[in-house]
């Protein structure tokens, strides 16, 4: 069974870093991309960034370019999601989703998110 | 980027009634490949989004057959042949065709 399982709800304040995780089981994790996907409360998606954890080659939307960092460790199959200095704007639920195996553009699964809390 | 505007926001409707929710892109979703990269996902209240059909019109595994993708080109829809209790949540369309991929407003379905 594919299971995305991401790490839990944080809570932070401004200018703080941090780094969630997103841990993969139940396929060959290394070679299925893997995106990041950002709902800020009460509001619709928005699709971050994916990376390839095999050789970590990684496309980032150009909102969050420069924003984040989007990484990956093969040995423990997880992928990362990183921030060096929360704003209280970064306040939503990230959740990370795999892309399809088949070379087809699309989330096949998702992880059930992650609470990221930015406030002094 | 590919602009994705789902059509109606919100749509109240009977149970055991159908629904149907539109999405039109800015620009084709026709792949180089020759492949459509319109998905559809379902958000549950509180839940992560799910997907349902991928690649315009096809289920993905375990999604009831009451749902159905149609479409072409930059047109889409997305129909709930009879609406039950658990079909209540947020509908998204996105496509995979071009980065960034991009969602849909999402549109609302709730029972009246």
């Known amino acids: 069974e594919v299971q995305l399982v991401q790490s839990g709800a944080e809570v932070k304040k401004p200018g703080e870093s941090l780094k969630i995780s997103c841990k993969g089981s139940?396929?060959?994790?290394?070679?299925?991309?893997i995106g990041w996907v950002r709902q800020m409360p009460g509001k619709g998606l928005e699709w971050m960034g994916i990376?390839?954890?095999?050789?970590?080659?990684?496309k980032y939307s150009p909102p969050f370019q420069g924003q984040v960092t989007i990484s990956a460790d093969k040995s423990i199959n997880t992928v990362y999601l990183q921030w060096s200095s929360l704003k209280a704007s970064d306040t939503a639920m990230y959740y990370c989703?795999?892309?399809?195996?088949?070379?087809?553009?699309?989330?096949?699964?998702w992880g059930q998110g992650a609470l990221v809390t930015v406030s002094s | 980027d590919i602009v994705m505007t789902q059509t109606p926001l919100s749509s109240p409707v009977t149970l055991g009634q159908p629904a149907s929710i539109s999405c039109r892109s800015s620009?084709?979703?026709?792949?180089?490949?020759?492949?459509?990269?319109l998905s559809w996902l379902q958000q549950r209240p509180g839940q992560p989004p799910r997907l349902l059909i991928y690649?315009?019109?096809n289920r993905f595994s375990g999604v009831p057959d009451r749902f159905s993708g149609s479409g072409a080109g930059t047109d889409f829809t997305l129909k709930i042949s009879r609406v039950e209790p658990e079909d209540v949540g947020i509908y998204y369309c996105?496509?995979?065709?071009?980065?960034?991929?991009?969602f849909g407003q999402g549109t609302k379905v709730e029972i009246k």
């Open positions: 989703a795999r892309q399809d195996g088949d070379g087809d553009f699309y989330f096949d699964y």
């Open positions: 139940g396929y060959s994790f290394a070679y299925y991309w």
């Open positions: 990376i390839y954890p095999r050789d970590s080659d990684t």
């Open positions: 620009q084709s979703l026709v792949h180089s490949n020759g492949n459509t990269y």
């Open positions: 690649k315009i019109s």
């Open positions: 996105m496509q995979g065709t071009q980065f960034p991929w991009t």
